[in-house]
């Protein structure tokens, strides 16, 4: 391919060696004749100031963007020049546009999972409430979604409960329903209809549920963020329940369809994302 169909893009984070944003940016990027390189940038437990030095660098050597994942969605906000009304309104971000010098951060975890979510669960997500479990960066996005879609009443939990408290009073002013910080899992999860799994709680080589999977009752709808595995301990047990699923891999896959349009101006071809997810998921 020419050097001007070259694209040169990354993903920064830590852990991030099982990602498989190469995988399905390189793909698409094939299907429509650019010659994508997703670099991984895995660093850990990085200060304010290396992050600052990062990013100065994405703007400098030519990359089109990033996506950006755990811990730092919400860290490199301050070292960008834009955000997209979606991305400031929820606080944190995953992906990072390049456009004339100037870095623009977006959240498309957000746009994926309220894609996911319409395509796997449909109309059940407003028959009442859900508890949305971890309330960072990626809570703060699916609560976003959850907004979006019209869900009720949303019951947050998080390990640190004034990071819950935080979360449900933004979310509040989103246009959706009612949010509330959950006490404890039990109370959260009683009368629930749904619930959503925002914590790494699950992803290998973790098998931890984020709740008490005995909570779980047949007839509601369960969502994982975590995709690796792709039937987390949560999923399994709620399938073994009746439950109706939406695995991880729906909100990947969407995530990445709008990040690949984000970078390059184009369309993934229909499909092609998702085969090269689950061709990378399935050779790990």
């Not at 479990?133 to 879609?149: F, K, N, P, S, T």
Request: charged content about 15%; glycine content about 14%.
């Amino acid at each position: 391919m020419a050097a001007s169909n070259r694209v040169l893009l990354g993903l920064l984070g830590y852990p991030i060696a099982h990602s498989a944003a190469p995988a399905m940016m390189e793909a698409a990027g094939s299907a429509v004749g650019l010659d994508i390189r997703l670099h991984l940038i895995e660093v850990a437990d990085a200060p304010p100031e290396r992050l600052r030095r990062i990013l100065d660098g994405i703007r400098l050597i030519g990359f089109a963007g990033i996506n950006v994942t755990f811990p730092y969605k919400q860290s490199v906000i301050p070292f960008l020049d834009a955000m997209d009304p979606g991305a400031s309104q929820i606080g944190a971000v995953n992906l990072v546009t390049v456009r004339d010098g100037g870095l623009t951060g977006h959240n498309t975890d957000a746009t994926g999972f309220l894609s996911g979510l319409r395509e796997t669960i449909g109309e059940a997500v407003t028959s009442g409430p859900a508890v949305l479990v971890g309330a960072g960066g990626a809570g703060r996005a699916i609560a976003w979604a959850l907004a979006q879609a019209g869900v009720p009443e949303v019951r947050v939990l998080d390990q640190d409960r004034s990071r819950a408290e935080s979360l449900a009073r933004d979310a509040s002013g989103w246009g959706g329903g009612r949010f509330v910080a959950a006490p404890d899992a039990a109370s959260a999860m009683a009368g629930a209809q749904g619930l959503l799994n925002a914590s790494p709680a699950g992803m290998l080589p973790d098998c931890s549920s984020p709740v008490d999977t005995g909570l779980l009752r047949k007839g509601m709808w369960v969502a994982d963020a975590v995709y690796h595995p792709p039937l987390t301990p949560l999923l399994a047990a709620a399938q073994a329940k009746g439950c109706a699923l939406m695995p991880g891999r729906a909100m990947s896959v969407a995530q990445a369809e709008d990040g690949f349009r984000l970078f390059t101006g184009r369309e993934a071809p229909p499909g092609v994302i998702a085969a090269a997810f689950d061709r990378h998921i399935g050779g790990q």
